[in-house]
């Protein structure tokens, strides 16, 4: 009797017959209590990209990164509870659980190191996995990455709490405005797919980059910010938010880190967030995007990748027609 549930464990851990972890394709493997789910596309070394955790999958990364398959056998992972992986029985989705997962994830891949990239809370992502296991980590780039206090026990981040109110103000003028602040604020009780297009046009610099960001989603994705797309659907709780402990860990970061930040970015303000990481972690390099906000790859691709190339070319990373 003993005997059935490790053969349970093991069909639900393999990968298809014949099909190696690093593949090209979909796969599934089961990590830390639920089946997650990965797509591997690129060459190189091994680069994991996991996806936000609130919502979208990782198709809204492989168009906008694909660039990097050129250095990296990219792994696009959709994280717990989102996409096509499983919601863990303990529906936890506590800060650290995310790094450990993405542990978990590297090890079944067999891989000593790896590389990161994050965008968004999936930016803080890659950076608390660097405060705790930096000797597995080749490198990592953070893309708008947010970075800020709990509310509690710590007290509130008035700090980031007012940058990220004078950003939503200077979006006043347009027609978004009152429904988008009132939803960041809490004043405002709508449905989901409601409220991600109302407050979507906040994220941009432009807006007409709106139609841009659309047309560059494969339409798999399961996150979009389409009507109806939305409507009803539930997304898990989710926290983003650092504590003490992680500001201490940034401290002894030494793999090397880029930190990309669009210079209007209304809800991962460069100031408050990207600064802050970047003046704890002494390896890292910053780079600010003129007339960006939260999709710099969208709003700015040639400033976007130029900062990326420069930080290659910095770290002797090469792509791999050079090799």
């Not at 999958?57 to 168009?63: E, G, K, L």
């Not at 604020?185 to 906040?202: E, H, I």
């Amino acid at each position: 009797m003993k005997i059935f549930p490790a053969l349970l464990f093991l069909f639900y851990s393999m990968q298809a017959p014949g099909q190696s972890a690093l593949d090209t394709g979909t796969h599934y493997v089961r990590i830390n209590g639920f089946k997650a789910n990965y797509y591997v596309r690129g060459k190189g070394p091994v680069c994991i990209c996991p996806t936000p955790g609130w919502g979208p999958d990782y198709w809204v990364y492989t168009s906008g990164f694909k660039p990097l398959e050129a250095y990296f056998t990219m792994v696009y992972f959709d994280t717990r509870g989102t996409g096509l992986s499983e919601a863990p029985e303990d529906s936890n989705y506590y800060r650290y659980y995310f790094a450990r997962d993405l542990d978990a994830l590297r090890r079944r891949l067999d891989q000593e190191k790896v590389w990161l990239i994050g965008h968004s809370a999936a930016g803080t992502q890659v950076i608390r996995y660097a405060c705790l296991y930096n000797k597995h980590l080749n490198g990592v780039i953070a893309v708008a990455p947010y970075w800020g206090n709990e509310t509690t026990p710590d007290p509130p981040d008035t700090v980031y709490i007012n940058a990220f109110l004078n950003n939503l103000d200077k979006r006043k003028k347009y027609p978004f405005y009152d429904l988008g602040r009132g939803i960041f604020t809490g004043s405002a009780k709508v449905d989901f797919g409601t409220s991600l297009r109302a407050v979507f046009p906040f994220y941009f610099h432009d807006t007409s980059n709106i139609a841009v960001y659309r047309a560059s989603i494969p339409p798999q994705s399961s996150v979009d910010d389409r009507p109806g797309k939305h409507d009803g659907k539930v997304i898990p709780p989710y926290s983003a938010y650092n504590s003490n402990a992680d500001y201490q860990n940034a401290r002894k970061v030494s793999v090397p880190v880029l930190l990309i930040a669009g210079d209007d970015d209304c809800v991962s303000d460069p100031v408050v967030c990207a600064s802050r990481i970047h003046a704890l972690i002494k390896s890292s390099d910053l780079c600010v995007i003129k007339n960006a906000g939260h999709f710099a790859w969208i709003e700015q691709p040639e400033a976007f990748w130029k900062g990326i190339k420069d930080f290659f070319e910095r770290n002797q990373v090469r792509p791999n027609s050079d090799k």
